[in-house]
T-cell receptor
Framework: GDSVTQMEGPVTLSEEACLTI???????????LFWYVQYPGEGLQLLLK?????DKGSNKGFEATYRKETTSFHLEKGSVQVSDSAVYFC??????????FGTGTRLTIIP | GAGVSQSPSNKVTEKGKDVELRCDPI?????LYWYRQSLGQGLEFLIY????????KSGLPSDRFSAERTGGSVSTLTIQRTQQEDSAVYLC????????????FGDGTRLSIL
């Protein structure tokens, strides 16, 4: 079945450091890919998405590019802030069907 | 409100009791999903509704779990004869009825079984 593997955490970085959270997937066909974020005490929010190969999703300084050849959707940000501390989930889905999530990566940014 | 609304936000109950969790999706969203988030299991899909029908129930873990949706809007997830392993945060999401629309999540119901 479909699956998502993402970098295990926790990840701790200093403010203004460069961030990469790896995400790879296994699926039959070409899913849409998503990054969701869960800030402390809040619900799950969509951060960005990409629906086809070579698409780049971006939001709040974060970017991820849909790479079909490596079945990856790595999340990147050039300079993180304390407010980026959260749990990040990579996910895939087909059409309106269910999302399959990775296990989540807890990110902590130290001032 | 504008978002997905879930109630109650917290529920504590004794093992063996039945519980009902409610989800009110975003107005106009025809697709509705239930997931649960527990330590060690991550985010697991439970059931998906398109309108009032459920084309995918594959994630329901046992016959103690059931869900319904009426009027194409509110959905109720029912857990009968609760067990301690049912303790988790139950999340509801909704999306528009077209391909590749993102799912919008509620804040969840934290269920604790004593």
């Amino acid at each position: 079945g479909d699956s998502v593997t993402q970098m295990e955490g926790p990840v701790t970085l200093s403010e203004e450091a460069c961030l990469t959270i790896n995400c790879t997937y296994t699926a039959t066909g070409y899913p849409s890919l998503f990054w969701y974020v869960q800030y402390p005490g809040e619900g799950l929010q969509l951060l960005l998405k990409a629906t086809k190969a070579d698409d780049k999703g971006s939001n709040k300084g974060f970017e991820a590019t849909y790479r079909k050849e490596t079945t990856s959707f790595h999340l990147e940000k050039g300079s993180v802030q304390v407010s980026d501390s959260a749990v990040y989930f990579c996910a895939l889905g087909f059409g309106n069907e269910k999302l399959t999530f990775g296990t989540g990566t807890r990110l902590t940014i130290i001032p | 409100g504008a978002g997905v609304s879930q109630s109650p936000s917290n529920k504590v109950t004794e093992k063996g009791k039945d519980v009902e969790l409610r989800c009110d999706p975003i107005s106009g969203h025809t697709a509705l999903y239930w997931y649960r988030q527990s330590l060690g299991q991550g985010l697991e899909f439970l059931i998906y509704f398109q309108g009032n029908s459920a084309p995918d129930k594959s994630g329901l873990p046992s016959d103690r779990f059931s869900a319904e949706r009426t009027g194409g809007s509110v959905s109720t997830l029912t857990i009968q004869r609760t067990q301690q392993e049912d303790s988790a945060v139950y999340l509801c999401a909704s999306s528009r009825d077209s391909s590749n629309q993102p799912q919008h999540f509620g804040d969840g119901t934290r269920l604790s079984i004593l």
